[in-house]
């Protein structure tokens, strides 16, 4: 959808122009880093005497008041599977987001100790307080590996800020799946992932001050300064380059700036959090010793080289890691939650059902003949 706007966009302009801009010059690579955005209201900042007051943490068991909430403009599903192609899809519709219906809607998954949160829409204020109440009730009922599967073409910086905060102090992995996307404020979303796991489309633009009152550019630029400083603040206790925030001003709100695969790795927005690494890294050697830490890396290191190619599925992922787990002797009988991947470690998972025997020989379910192959294309 995206690209056929864009298409629709350039015919229009071409028509209006006439021959000023000859589309044989737009390379390939061009067209992979420049599309038109769906709508030029993807990235926000509000003024602080506009902004509402944040809303309060929501309390933890036993404690009373949970405040009213709802999401607006975003949808939120919850499964205890991450794999989407499977019967049960992106799992069970989240109708509201009381302790009542979060602590029924997660009960499922704590049998495995995963979750799977899938949103689609726009990061505000009730994206951030979904996060942060999941977490809450997943540390309740000691769901300890959490995915973060995201879809959002933006929002607002200062909710991103406060999402991706609250998604720092409680252990999630980001994942842009295939056919998904995750632009402008989404962008700081995905930075604050303990892992992130990008196979969808990453996209960056300036942001809007909403009610500015600047008249030129000096003013202008005087009212995002303060902003991108708290960005650029915020990209760095992430592990993000803050160059990333440079590019930004770069391209026109209105626009769309892609980032390749390789910028991604360079700017620090795929794969291991640099800061949440060095953190788990002074952690797991008090705990686990100097040997875990030893093949954790090495581990890292293979798992990158090996099994993170451009388009692969989070199930070929998975499944290279889990080969690629035992050569490193992993998971780890001492420290079984510190072993990488632990959070889409299919060995802590229920078997998957199988019919009854024929000839001696149990048979897959077509759920389970339906899951993806490590050769499998790039969903449509």
């Known amino acids: 959808m995206l690209k056929s706007c864009w298409l629709s966009l350039l015919c229009l302009g071409l028509a209006a122009c006439g021959a000023l801009e000859n589309p044989g010059n737009v390379t390939a690579a061009d067209k992979a880093v ?18 509402p007051p944040p809303a309060p943490p929501p309390p933890r068991r036993g404690e009373q008041g949970w405040p ?21 899809g992106d799992g069970a519709a989240l109708e509201a987001l009381d302790r009542a219906t979060l602590d029924a809607a997660l009960a499922p998954c704590a049998e495995r100790g995963l979750l799977r949160v899938r949103y689609v829409g726009k990061i505000n204020p009730g994206f951030s307080e979904l996060v942060a109440r999941v977490a809450l009730v997943a540390d309740a009922q000691r769901i300890s590996r959490r995915i973060l599967d995201l879809d959002s073409s933006g929002g607002q910086v200062e909710a991103a800020i406060v999402a991706g ?14 056919g998904s996307v995750c632009h402008s404020a989404c962008v700081f979303v995905l930075a604050a ?3 992130r796991l990008v196979s969808g489309k990453v996209g960056i633009h300036r942001m809007m001050r909403i009610s500015s009152k600047a008249t030129s550019r000096a003013e202008l630029n005087r009212e995002l300064h303060e902003v991108y400083d708290n960005v650029k603040d915020y990209l760095q206790r992430n592990g993000v380059a803050v160059g990333v925030a440079d590019l930004m001003m770069t391209v026109p709100n209105r626009s769309l700036r892609l980032l390749t695969s390789d910028e991604l790795r360079q700017f620090g927005l795929d794969g291991t959090n640099a800061v949440q690494d060095d953190l788990e890294r ?10 875990f830490v030893r093949r954790k890396d090495a581990f890292l290191i293979a798992f990158d080289q090996e099994c993170k190619r451009d388009g692969s599925e989070l199930e070929a992922v998975t499944r290279c890691g889990q080969t690629l787990k035992q050569r490193f002797g992993f998971p780890d009988a001492t420290c079984p939650d510190e072993s990488p991947l632990s959070e889409i470690d299919v060995s802590t998972l229920l078997p998957p059902p199988v019919t009854a025997p024929r000839d001696g020989v149990a048979e897959r379910t077509a759920s389970d003949a339906d899951q993806p192959t490590p050769e499998a294309a790039e969903r449509n």
Not at 34 to 51: E, F, T
Not at 171 to 176: A, C, D, F, Q, Y
Not at 283 to 291: E, H
């Open 68 to 88: 009213a909430m709802a999401l607006e403009n975003g949808k939120a599903w919850i499964s205890c599977d991450t794999d989407y192609a499977a019967e049960g």
């Open 282 to 291: 002074i952690k797991q050697m008090r705990k686990c010793g100097d040997d």
């Open 34 to 51: 420049r599309a038109q955005a769906v709508d030029g209201n993807n990235m926000v900042s509000i003024n602080a005497a506009d902004a």
């Open 165 to 178: 905060d609250r998604i720092g102090e409680s252990n999630w992995t980001i994942w842009v799946r295939e």
């Open 193 to 195: 992932g303990d892992n």
